[in-house]
């Protein structure tokens, strides 16, 4: 239980284009969502928190308007990453809450290597 | 805000040793969660152990524990029997009332067969 996908794990956009990756809690509903950018041999910065059906907070010095969140449904959240550049290549993980209080636990995608040309 | 230092950037073991991860945490909070997480090769994250701060008794699970010290502020990990498979990288997460996690920057852990 509890397994969490993304989609697509790799792709390449050329400079300018947008690309969506997708969030999807496989067999639990996930009531928040986290976004999660990766650098090489780094540790993961947290991006933004998503509640299903509200915006999304965005943690200090995230572009909201490059890295649009949607939390659309209970199952599902969006990242579109808006006038994509070579800086924005990176690996991008999302995990989930059931928000069970007593777990605070997060399960996470497998994560999603953007490259952008 | 709450931080968490991991200071051995690199750490190695003898396949069937034990290696302790070294975790500290600065907060002023009392009721808050710490975890370890794995992040091996595939960079799957993958949840290891976790840790209620209310909570006196270490966690453990199979060849993992941990040593929780609250009044230090520390959470070392503890990895008996290492095996090849338990090479990544780790990664000490701080959850509190911000509810979001705060990671560590994550020690490398090599299994020399």
């Known amino acids: 239980g509890a397994v969490v996908s993304q989609h697509p794990s790799w792709v390449i956009c050329k400079s300018g284009t947008s690309v969506k990756i997708e969030c999807r809690s496989l067999?639990?509903?996930?009531?928040?969502m986290f976004w999660y950018r990766q650098f090489p041999k780094q540790s993961l910065m947290l991006m933004a928190t998503s509640n299903e059906g509200s915006k999304a907070t965005y943690e200090q010095g995230v572009e909201k308007d490059k890295f649009l969140i949607n939390h659309a449904s209970l199952t599902l959240s969006t990242l579109t990453v808006t006038s994509a550049h070579p800086e924005d290549s990176s690996f991008y993980i999302c995990?989930?809450?059931?928000?069970?209080?007593?777990?605070?636990?997060?399960?996470f995608g497998p994560g999603t290597r953007l490259t952008v040309t | 805000a709450q931080t968490v230092t991991q200071s051995q950037p690199e750490m190695s073991v003898q396949e069937a040793e034990t290696v302790t991860l070294s975790c500290t945490y600065d907060?002023?909070?009392?009721?808050?969660?710490l975890f370890w997480y794995k992040q091996p090769p595939s960079r799957q994250m993958i949840l290891v152990i976790r840790q209620e701060a209310y909570k006196q008794q270490n966690a453990t699970e199979n060849r993992f524990s941990v040593n929780f010290q609250k009044a230090a502020k520390s959470f070392s990990l503890k990895i008996s029997d290492s095996q090849l498979g338990d090479a990544a990288m780790y990664f000490c997460a701080f959850w509190g009332g911000s509810e979001k996690l705060v990671f560590g920057k994550g020690t490398k852990l090599t299994v020399n067969p």
């Open positions: 995990s989930a809450s059931s928000g069970r209080a007593y777990t605070r636990e997060q399960y």
């Open positions: 067999d639990f509903q996930a009531t928040t």
């Open positions: 907060t002023s909070e009392s009721d808050y969660y």
